[in-house]
């Protein structure tokens, strides 16, 4: 009986059938109820019962083996007229859709990656900080207005634990660790107590940078922020340094660039005047680096920071900064080519 059964499933396994007719013809052979299948169907009846256990399940794996070629061949011969030129079988049969960066990241990789090229590494610090290093570390007087609750989210007062308001608090924290020379730029999410409008929100993005070693001078911050400017918005950008006030740095400056909408022209974006503020940055105080345990007099550094935000609009002209924390996807779709 196993013999008969293997002798089918050889003579099924090579059938053909050049159209239905054959293919019914076929089925007819061997599934139809008189059928060569159903026909051993019957036999196993007559089967020993010490060998029904072995025979039982050969039959039926012979019986859907010729199911599925009979269906197999059926399916071939339906197919064969169609013209299957213009089909690209290999596409994917549902599209997937691919995502896209969200602009801020779009940029913030972009000034990590001009830093990069000078030598800087990034470095991270905790948004959820203390009042050392986001204030007294840098020098900020205890009556200092940015320690106001107005400004800054208070998690716990005494001992003070809040949410940084910007990211030049991880520039002690890397220096409170770190021998000279050190060369960093340190990206993140910085927290302030405002309204939320097209013009402010109570999170953003900055940047920092941060480079102290030996003999560091203004000319050094100079030629670096002329780097980053001509990198980011191309070698015709012209950098003008204004004096200007931080506890943390002495000088103190912000950098403007010329307007890049109207290339110094004058227009509605720079309000006229050519020139556009896009950061903050000075040499690194010397009582900055005193509370960083660095010694002052071996060592000199600059630092600067920007944000994000202000860079994106510069670039792609985002009027409303809720725009990019509303999640629209018809808002960052427009970035999908910026990658
Ligand atoms: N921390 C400043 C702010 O949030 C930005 C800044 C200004 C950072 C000057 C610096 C700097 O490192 O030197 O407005």
Not at 113 to 121: D, E, P, V
Request: charged share 25%.
């Amino acid at each position: 009986m196993l013999d008969k059964i293997k002798q089918l499933h050889d003579e099924i396994a090579s059938l053909t059938a050049a159209d239905s007719a054959e293919v019914e013809a076929l089925r007819i052979k061997y599934l139809s109820k008189k059928g060569l299948v159903p026909a051993l169907m019957n036999d196993f009846r007559s089967v020993p019962a010490d060998q029904k256990r072995t025979v039982g399940p050969a039959i039926n794996e012979l019986k859907s083996f010729a199911t599925d070629k009979i269906n197999a061949l059926r399916e071939a011969v339906e197919n064969k007229g169609a013209d299957l030129s213009g089909i690209d079988l290999t596409r994917s049969a549902s599209p997937v859709r691919l995502g896209t960066r969200h602009p801020l990241s779009i940029v913030r990789e972009e000034i990590i990656a001009i830093f990069r090229r000078l030598g800087f590494t990034i470095a991270e610090g905790p948004e959820i900080e203390d009042d050392w290093h986001v204030f007294s570390s840098l020098n900020f007087a205890e009556d200092h207005p940015a320690r106001d609750m107005q400004d800054t989210f208070f998690i716990q007062r005494n001992p003070d634990v809040l949410l940084r308001t910007h990211t030049s608090s991880v520039q002690s924290r890397v220096m409170e660790c770190t021998e000279p020379p050190i060369r960093i730029i340190c990206p993140g999410r910085v927290y302030r107590n405002e309204a939320i409008s097209a013009r402010a929100h109570c999170f953003f993005h900055q940047v920092e940078a941060l480079y102290v070693d030996k003999d560091v001078t203004f000319a050094d911050l100079r030629q670096t922020l002329m780097y980053f400017a001509q990198e980011m918005f191309g070698p015709d950008t012209k950098i003008r340094l204004r004096p200007s006030y931080f506890p943390f740095t002495e000088p103190s400056a912000e950098m403007d660039i010329s307007c890049n909408l109207c290339g110094g022209k004058g227009c509605a974006f720079c309000k006229g005047t050519g020139w556009v503020e896009i950061l903050g940055c000075g040499m690194v105080d010397p009582n900055v680096l005193r509370s960083c345990k660095i010694d002052p007099e071996a060592y000199s550094g600059f630092a600067l920071g920007m944000g994000i935000e202000r860079i994106t609009n510069l670039k792609y002209q985002v009027k409303d900064l809720r725009m990019f924390s509303e999640n629209d996807v018809r808002f960052l779709e427009e970035f999908t080519a910026a990658h």
